[in-house]
């Protein structure tokens, strides 16, 4: 929890662990080290949490539990679930994915798409116990996806415990003056408002603190080119203002949209998905609206929300270094393999620090860089 009055920056480390071979976890944390103090905004305290210890903590709060079924958010957490919890199904074919406007610099989200129809839902229920239900999810902001997992399953919110490595503990906005009306409640406060039971490693708290997932930020397909261009675009934001008419047609020329978002979808795309229930409306976004462009995972190097929290002076002053960091990043947490290994290796830890052996037991990870 932040203690002083300067806003707390959260880099998470969690999808670079997972995603990348044990042997190489020192190298990363050093790594992704050297990048926050390369370009982080100096006006901000910048903070790293340990992955590792999160999970630590919310399963000694976990393993006692005896739950009906486990719904898996993170899929790469789900060997270890099922050694601590051997005799409950866990399921991880489920998923949400935020969509946001890629042809507006504000990034506002469309909605989510979902990796089950609500029909292959059904089918999956059959058979599932959610008497007690545990979900589990790396980080939460809002707890809209833990919210819409348990409205999607038709879960009672009151027969279930939400489970974050990072949870957010404040609020949506904050009270200009006295006689505002209360900012909306964040994640854990609006899930435990449901009669959930809400379990976290470590915690930040909007508006004060802020974060950000550092693979975001390394896991492009065309990392180097949409990471000078996403410069380019900030420069130009920064310099004609978000709402300019030449940051608009810039960001609606195909060949940036081709580097900057490879995985975006129409909004006639958008619309068939939402009719075959693989598409979920944030209720946000006028879809009438001629010419709106949707992406998943849209690149942070071209978010102006992403730039307050960055020196983007020191960042284009040391470019080709930065550059270079990200190029090594993404060369190890790109491995189809390392998922695997990584969520082996997290199994093996979490058994050791329940079994209360030392760190000196836990040999070959890369540990030095924790």
């Not at 103090?37 to 999970?55: A, S, V």
């Not at 029909?119 to 996806?145: P, Q, S, V, Y």
């Amino acid at each position: 929890m932040n203690t002083n009055n300067r806003q707390r920056i959260v880099w998470m480390l969690d999808e670079s662990i997972a995603h990348s071979k044990p042997s190489d976890w020192g190298r990363i944390v050093a790594l992704e080290e050297e990048l926050v103090n390369l370009i982080g905004n100096p006006k901000f305290e910048h903070e790293l949490p340990n992955p590792i210890e999160g999970l630590v903590k919310i399963t000694k709060e976990l393993v006692e539990e005896k739950f009906t079924t486990i719904i898996d958010l993170t899929k790469w957490l789900s060997p270890s679930l099922r050694d601590l919890f051997p005799n409950t199904p866990v399921v991880n074919e489920f998923s949400l994915s935020r969509v946001r406007v890629t042809s507006s610099p504000n990034l506002e989200t469309s909605g989510y798409t979902t990796t089950m129809s609500r029909d292959k839902i059904e089918e999956a229920k059959r058979g599932l116990n959610f008497e007690k239900t545990l979900i589990i999810d790396d980080t939460t902001f809002t707890g809209w996806t833990s919210g819409k997992t348990m409205d999607l399953w038709g879960i009672d919110p009151q027969n279930t415990t939400h489970a974050f490595l990072i949870a957010n503990t404040g609020k949506l906005g904050k009270k200009q003056k006295e006689t505002d009306p209360e900012p909306p409640p964040g994640a854990v406060e609006l899930l435990q408002s449901m009669g959930s039971r809400v379990i976290f490693g470590h915690d930040l708290a909007t508006p004060n603190d802020d974060g950000w997932h550092l693979k975001d930020l390394h896991q492009h397909p065309k990392l180097s080119e949409a990471f000078n261009l996403g410069l380019r675009v900030l420069q130009l934001i920064e310099n004609e203002g978000p709402d300019s008419e030449i940051v608009k047609s810039t960001l609606n020329r195909k060949d940036v949209m081709d580097v900057l978002f490879p995985e975006r979808l129409t909004t006639g795309e958008i619309s068939r998905m939402t009719a075959e229930g693989k598409f979920i409306p944030s209720g946000r976004v006028d879809f009438n609206t001629n010419g709106l462009i949707h992406t998943k995972n849209p690149l942070l190097w071209a978010s102006r929300y992403f730039r307050e929290h960055i020196d983007l002076q020191r960042v284009i002053d040391n470019q080709g270094v930065v550059a270079g960091v990200l190029a090594e990043l993404h060369s190890l947490t790109e491995d189809p393999e390392a998922l695997t290994e990584s969520s082996h290796e997290l199994r093996r830890v979490v058994s050791n620090e329940l079994l209360g052996r030392t760190e000196n037991e836990s040999h070959h990870r890369g540990k030095e860089g924790f």
